[in-house]
């Protein structure tokens, strides 16, 4: 099979990769469009940028199935599907990234039905590891939901008692900043450190950058960045670290996969930046010879031995 397009697995109202798609010259884009896919799944799609599929499992499914049959999907579904906030705890302490102090707590109702094999964490023993105030986040979590602040040890269990069922939790010691960054991350190389002022309910702010503020730590922080995406194979990324005020560098959220870039919120050159270098990166994984890592890749050295 010819593959010659590109194709966009987002809604077609997006500005963001309108813009994208103005940048990618008379290479023929696509929409995707699904309907009584044969299995199994194949592609007539050289790339396809996916920013919808973290939200339907359906659209998951179809990304996996595309990227096994040679299409270069962006991100990597098979990376993606994994990266949650008890991972990225993992994978920054392998290699070398300081996170915030963290305990994983298990499903409150986990605890009622194996007594003998789960049970409910000791909070004075955990309240001492992370300090208060601290943070109270679901491993799975998105955009700052169900995210608590935590004071104190009654807070807590109150906390933990009222969050239900079918969850994981964090909690996570409160790096106390003096700067807090969003750093965009394209095609493995490609830096942009932009000053982030965090709030809820997307009502965070992004500001001018003025990297002297980060002289001491920038060149650590880009190696750290790329060494990172790279060991996820994302091709997109958004990471968040902030500086506290003894000038150490944390990473808050390491998976931003499929990040927000609004246009009317980001300084005006920041967001070009972002659309020109994403559009060339999708130009690039047009080399036939590009593909994305998967499991089975691992796993086919072993098998023909």
């Not at 409150?108 to 001492?128: H, I, N, Q, Y």
């Not at 799975?140 to 995210?147: H, I, N, T």
Request: glycine content about 4%; hydrophobic content about 40%; proline content about 7%.
């Amino acid at each position: 099979m010819k593959r010659n397009k590109i194709g966009i697995l987002e809604l077609r109202n997006d500005p963001f990769m309108a813009d994208v798609i103005s940048r990618l010259g008379d290479f023929p884009v696509e929409f995707l469009s699904f309907t009584d896919q044969p299995v199994p799944v194949s592609s007539e799609y050289k790339v396809v940028v996916d920013r919808l599929s973290y939200c339907y499992p359906y659209l998951n499914e179809m990304a996996k199935t595309m990227s096994l049959d040679g299409t270069y999907v962006i991100n990597n579904p098979f990376a993606a599907s994994v990266n949650n906030k008890l991972v990225e705890a993992t994978v920054c302490q392998s290699l070398g990234i300081p996170f915030p102090k963290s305990i994983v707590l298990p499903d409150p109702v986990l605890c009622e039905e194996t007594v003998d094999l789960v049970s409910e964490p000791c909070w004075e023993r955990a309240g001492d590891e992370v300090g208060f105030p601290c943070i109270l986040k679901p491993i799975d979590g998105y955009g700052w939901e169900s995210v608590y602040v935590i004071d104190t040890l009654a807070d807590l269990r109150e906390r933990y008692a009222a969050v239900g069922s079918g969850r994981t939790w964090l909690l996570q010691q409160k790096v106390h900043y003096d700067l807090y960054y969003r750093i965009f991350c394209i095609d493995k190389r490609d830096i942009l450190f932009v000053r982030w002022n965090p709030k809820p309910f997307d009502l965070g702010e992004y500001l001018y950058t003025d990297l002297k503020e980060i002289g001491s730590v920038r060149e650590k922080l880009t190696e750290q960045i790329i060494q990172l995406n790279s060991y996820l194979d994302l091709d997109i990324n958004a990471v968040e670290w902030c500086i506290d005020n003894n000038g150490q560098a944390w990473v808050v959220d390491a998976f931003n996969e499929v990040p927000d870039v609004p246009e009317e919120h980001l300084p005006h050159e920041y967001y070009w930046w972002i659309v020109d270098r994403f559009a060339s990166c999708i130009l690039d994984k047009l080399d036939p010879g590009k593909r994305n890592k998967s499991i089975f890749d691992l796993l086919l050295p072993q098998s023909s031995m």
